[in-house]
């Protein structure tokens, strides 16, 4: 398939694991978002990824979280240390583009998101 | 600071009837607004965006939007809803010039037969 896919699907951790979710944004895209969904909410911002550079972190709760995008295409977003308030899903989306969101090639391919519950 | 309120946490509409969503922000500048759907299981879809121009938005589905800078607005309109309407709609807006959204907190929207 064509769009954003993201890896694993479910996870379930104890707390205290590390754990690691992966991201295949759709080929050629240059933008990388990650996204926290907590239960009942709206996503909320975690980190920005243009190429392989990480241009905005300001969204990651705490130091136990890290992205990386090290070759531009492929992300993974890492939790250390994994806390019960961790628990949420994680969205993944990619755009071919760099601004706003004028423009059709701004837009946000989100992936299924990964769904990950801290016991 | 900007934000996103959707004031309706959980809509229940009959098939065939009509469908407002709300939406209200805050945000200094003319913003970039965005309207997503999230059935189970699935990512969150594109509907719909305003960024310039006709403040009357077309989306997919048959969904359109208003804009409206008096009011702060940007609520989700669609004349006859359809039982696979039933989901999650997000209310965004761009947060910043590299396209970071900032989402409401959503709307479970329910589709009674």
């Known amino acids: 398939g064509a769009g954003v896919s993201q890896s694993p699907r479910y996870k379930v951790a104890k707390r205290g694991q590390d754990v690691a979710l992966r991201c295949d944004p759709i080929s050629g895209h240059v933008s990388l978002f990650w996204y926290q969904q907590a239960l009942g909410q709206g996503p909320e911002f975690l980190t920005y990824?243009?190429?392989?550079?990480?241009?905005?972190k300001s969204g990651l709760p705490s130091d136990r979280f890290f992205a990386e995008r090290p070759e531009g295409s492929v992300s993974t977003l890492k939790i250390q240390r994994t806390q019960q308030e961790d628990s949420a899903v994680y969205l993944c989306?990619?755009?071919?583009?760099?601004?706003?969101?004028?423009?059709?090639?701004?837009?946000?391919?989100f992936g299924p998101g990964t769904r990950l519950t801290v016991l | 600071a900007q934000s996103v309120t959707q004031p309706d946490i959980h809509i229940t509409v009959s098939e065939g009837a009509s469908l407002e969503l709300r939406c209200n922000y805050s945000y200094g500048a003319t913003p970039y607004l965005f309207w997503y759907v999230q059935s189970p299981g699935q990512g969150l879809q594109l509907l719909l965006k305003?960024?310039?121009?006709?403040?009357l938005v077309q989306g997919i589905k048959g969904f359109e939007a208003e804009f409206k800078r008096s009011q702060s607005s940007f609520n989700l309109r669609k004349p006859s809803v359809h039982w696979s309407d039933a989901a999650e709609y997000f209310c965004?807006?761009?947060?910043?010039?590299?396209?970071?959204?900032?989402f409401g907190a959503g709307t479970q929207v329910v589709v009674t037969p």
């Open positions: 990824f243009q190429n392989e550079a990480q241009l905005d």
């Open positions: 305003y960024f310039s121009g006709d403040t």
């Open positions: 989306a990619s755009s071919l583009s760099t601004a706003a969101g004028g423009d059709l090639d701004d837009t946000q391919y």
């Open positions: 965004a807006v761009g947060a910043d010039s590299w396209g970071k959204l900032q």
